[in-house]
């Protein structure tokens, strides 16, 4: 009787593995399903100038092109470029953790998108360029200690894109508070 009992209880637990094995699988393609929703940028507002964006007015500082010899005597090979991008923040109200998840990208005309170089080879190169200055921190690690109200943050991000990306290039930034919504400036590199 208890063999019969231990049996019956094997074959039920077996005939249950296939209903538990979907269920976990849809739970988590409907999690990805999600996570991809909220990493999504499709609401993306375009400026020139300054655009107000998570609780800060943003604007383009400076933008570099190195690799083509004109900036520097550096030539990267492969047609490839180094682009450099600084970024003005000024804090309109405390921004506490509105800033989490803080992305820049950069995005060309057919919606081709390069994201930042890693914080220590940037640093690297941000030694190597400017060696009397201290390599400025990038948008993920200032959301970590974002400016109080009234005050500005620099941001400097680099990417390595193909030359021919270069003249359709814009820079799109987007916290995950506030995704699908993003703001973009044009780059104008030639």
Known sequence: MV??????????SLASLPFLVATAVAINAWRNIEDYRHRIENDVVQGSGQLDYAGATWRLEKVRLIGDGRDTQLRLPGEMRLVIVRMVATAARDIG??????EVSLVDGTERRWLPLDVSLSNDISRDLEPANEPLKGCGITSLDPPRQDHAALIEEKFVVPAAAVPALSVRLS???????????????N
């Open 97 to 102: 953790d509105g800033w989490g998840q803080c």
């Open 3 to 12: 063999f019969d009992r231990a049996r019956r209880t094997w074959w039920l």
């Open 175 to 189: 916290v995950a508070a506030l995704r699908p919504q993003a703001i973009s400036f044009p780059l104008a590199l």
